[in-house]
């Protein structure tokens, strides 16, 4: 069976954020020889001119950033809403992964979290959300990985791995403590999960009990604290518009005010396998 094409997609709206996410994407390409994507939607109803002046640029920043960064960089435009077309096209391509920039929480963009948010629930694909440009080339030193009762919790365990065996990146599990005695035991079965998925793949760790309180805030706390390099989470299963409104806490850990960059999994997202990164290591 012919294998899928390794791509890595970057959403791009000729922004800075754009631009570090692009970067995200090439650190993380050179480690792993996925191709990049820079992916412009527009509207369905764009006159032919404006499409062709836009992809004229669009090539043109691509093959600036092939050289700039010295691999390839390909471009494509899709046609209809960001919030579908992207995870759309994610999704098609069997994309490893989105590396996505956002503006995050300030001013008039208050809705950017859940923008972003509606953007990465469509997909099958790993998403990572960024505000800044990454700290270094060379790794992802320390990851936060927040563990509570959720059966969901164990869908992102292989990009943990993923990042552990190629940036030898250090995972920081934070434990909820839930005063419900049978959510605490669902918590403590997803600890031991994780635990024992990371012992098996010599990957370094460290856990840290958390106080009852709102892990959305804690992980923050808890990643500025630490200078994390990512934030690893599970995005809410089925989640409802009034979700969107008022706010799930995913779209905080995003839009995070410490511009710490968020590996956003959606619950069963078993389309980009371990093995799209890391040439047939796991399945």
Known sequence: MEQSEKLIV?????????????AHAVKISRMVS??????????????????????????KIAEESSKKYNLPVKWHIEKGS????????????????????THGIKGMQKLTGSWALKVIVKSKVPFIVVQ????????????????DFR???????????????????KI??????????RLLKKTNINLNFAIRYLIQNNIEYEIHDMPRGDLAQQTIDFAQKINADLILIVTTKNITFADYVVGASEQYIIANSSKIPVCCVNPKSTFAKSSQFMGGWGD
């Open 10 to 22: 970057v959403p791009w709206d000729f922004t800075h954020v754009a631009e570090n996410a692009l």
């Open 34 to 59: 996925n191709e990049i994507s820079l992916l412009h939607i527009v509207d369905e109803k764009i006159k032919p001119a404006e499409e062709k002046e836009k992809a004229d640029k669009l090539s």
């Open 82 to 101: 960001i919030f579908k077309a992207i995870s759309a096209y994610a999704n098609d391509k069997e994309a490893s992964l989105v590396v996505m920039g």
């Open 132 to 147: 800044d440009p990454p700290n270094d080339w060379e790794r992802y030193h320390n990851i936060v990985f927040p563990v």
């Open 151 to 169: 059966g969901e919790n164990k869908e992102k365990m292989k990009m943990a791995i993923f990042m552990g065996k190629y940036f030898e990146s």
């Open 172 to 181: 920081h599990i934070i434990k909820s403590t839930p005063s419900d005695p």
